[in-house]
């Protein structure tokens, strides 16, 4: 045991389990590519099968240094060069690798589309790939036994450095693999790495020795430059979350149909908007706003609810019902908000004068009633049960705010589809001019002048007139001018406090 006192042997078992590590990476690299070609449940299981017959064949090889020794005496010559056992095996190692990088450079390279389906993916087999491994495994095995016999004179020093080397790239082979696949670019880069490798290798067997200090490097520098990239990717992704989802998700899909949100003066911009009509840009970008939307911004508000009171007589409802062209009526008892059913007008008139069959169908249309703050798209599965019928609208306290059909999703996709007694709410009348109402949708709005920022996070407001009362602070008058996003809002007409008319220019 007195061996293990002797600090140069300590000195030489580290540098040697060090300079093993060095030489493996790329054996590494090479497995993390090849085990990528098989199925996810087989991956595993390649790296450890390929790193362990590397550990067996140093270890073999160190048992017949012997033999080992006799690889570098002259075996053939041709046209004046002459070569070694040790020169033919890393002369065909070296062209084995340089094939398959440039293969795999070109595989990645010429960039392909591959239509991967479940049941139909095609993955490399087993037993093919673990061949190739061993055949790397044998040229990057010599190299680094004969690095162990050129450093250490102890044969126990040689295995252990060996065996301890080799547990280390086992554990790092699952998170270099994971972190290589995750990174086209890494790829590339690892890929290029064998190719010099191998070209390296090809020296070798000529008899051109290139020092390793010189290719390791190169690729030193290599890897620090692609680490500032996946920084600066990473420092991207990072402050690009920080941004609205539907911001990001509506900035991507406009940009493809080539919204406003980039100038057309790209190509591909040229083309999407060729291939997108302007309507259908619009329906896109509202489906987009819809998860992120209240009920409150798309339903029709208290004050424009036409609603039949009980306590009336038959006469003057069918009066009030025969004088709009509206459908369907909530049915109240003295206040809108005791709303007791949701009614068609026909099936109203047809039993006004019958109070039993009035009664009947008031019984048979239960309302329903959503939370005004609810998001649109959650609303969806509401209206869809109330097949078809209106739904009413409440604030916190139970209080009617106002109700919403299926029309009022589709308005908020496809634009306004106003009734015979209603006034759009928002009128082009220039190539960037529009008169708008107060009560105009501020995600409508963004969605006419092809931008995002009108609606801010967690924003109190919904319109127009509540965007310029926000940002006013209240104090607002006939002629008011609001410059917000290079948008400008002028008020043209109030009816008593509160903003009806609006003039917008972009």
């Not at 009633?369 to 916190?396: C, H, P, Q, W």
């Not at 908020?412 to 009734?419: C, H, T, W």
């Not at 006013?472 to 009806?500: A, C, D, S, W």
Request: hydrophobic share 50%; net charge negative.
């Amino acid at each position: 045991m007195e061996f293990l006192m002797d600090p140069g042997l300590w000195v030489g078992l580290i540098t040697l389990i060090i300079l093993e590590i060095v030489l493996g990476i790329d054996n590494l690299v090479f497995i993390a590519i090849l085990a990528e070609k098989l199925p996810p449940e087989q991956r595993d299981k390649a790296r450890v099968v390929g790193l362990s017959l590397a550990l067996f064949m140093r270890l073999g090889l160190l048992f017949a240094i012997s033999w080992l020794v006799t690889l570098t005496k002259p075996l053939i010559t041709v046209f004046d060069w002459t070569f070694s056992g040790r020169d033919l095996i890393l002369l065909f190692g070296g062209l084995f690798l340089v094939y398959k990088a440039v293969t795999e450079l070109h595989e990645k390279i010429e960039g392909k589309p591959e239509l991967k389906v479940a049941t139909n993916v095609v993955y490399a087999g087993f037993t093919a790939v673990v061949a190739q491994i061993v055949v790397l495994d044998a040229v990057f095995s010599l190299d680094s036994v004969i690095t162990a016999i050129g450093m250490v004179d102890n044969i126990y020093v040689m295995m252990a450095a060996m065996i301890a080397a080799m547990a280390v790239m086992l554990l790092a082979s699952k998170p270099l693999t994971s972190f290589v696949n995750r990174h086209p670019t890494v790829v590339i880069l690892c890929l290029s790495f064998l190719l010099l490798i191998g070209i390296s290798l090809i020296a070798e067997g000529f008899g051109f020795h290139i020092p390793k200090g010189y290719i390791y490097s190169g690729i030193g520098v290599a890897i620090v430059i692609e680490a500032f990239n996946q920084f600066t990717q990473r420092n991207v992704a990072k402050h690009e979350s920080k941004i609205p989802l539907r911001h990001r998700t509506a900035d991507s899909i406009l940009k493809l149909m080539g919204g406003k949100i980039e100038t057309a003066d790209n190509p591909e911009h040229q083309q999407a908007q060729e291939a997108f009509a302007a309507e259908e840009r619009y329906m896109i970008g509202g489906v987009l706003t819809l998860a992120e939307r209240s009920v409150a911004s798309i339903m029709t508000p208290r004050s424009q609810i036409s609603w039949v009171d009980l306590n009336d007589s038959p006469e003057k409802i069918r009066e009030q019902v025969l004088s709009v062209p509206h459908s369907l009526f909530p049915v109240c008892r003295g206040s809108l908000d005791k709303v007791i059913s949701i009614v068609r007008a026909k099936e109203l008139l047809d039993v006004l004068d019958d109070e039993d069959e009035l009664k009947n169908l008031i019984k048979k249309h239960r309302p329903i009633y959503i939370f005004e703050k609810m998001k649109v798209i959650d609303a969806i599965n509401t209206l869809r049960t109330s097949k078809g019928s209106l739904v009413m609208v409440s604030d916190e306290f139970g209080n009617v705010q106002g109700l919403i059909s299926p029309l009022d999703v589709f308005e908020a996709i496809a634009g306004e589809f106003p009734d015979a007694d209603e006034q759009l709410d928002l009128v082009k009348l220039g190539e960037k001019e529009w008169k708008a109402s107060g009560m105009l949708d501020l995600y409508q709005l963004e969605l006419e002048l092809g931008m995002l920022d009108l609606v801010e996070d967690d924003a109190g407001y919904i319109s127009v007139s509540g965007l310029i009362l926000d940002k006013m602070q209240g104090h607002v008058e006939l002629g008011t001018v609001l410059n917000y996003q290079g948008i400008q809002f002028k008020v043209t007409e109030m009816e008593g406090n509160r903003i009806k008319s609006v003039h917008i220019q972009a």
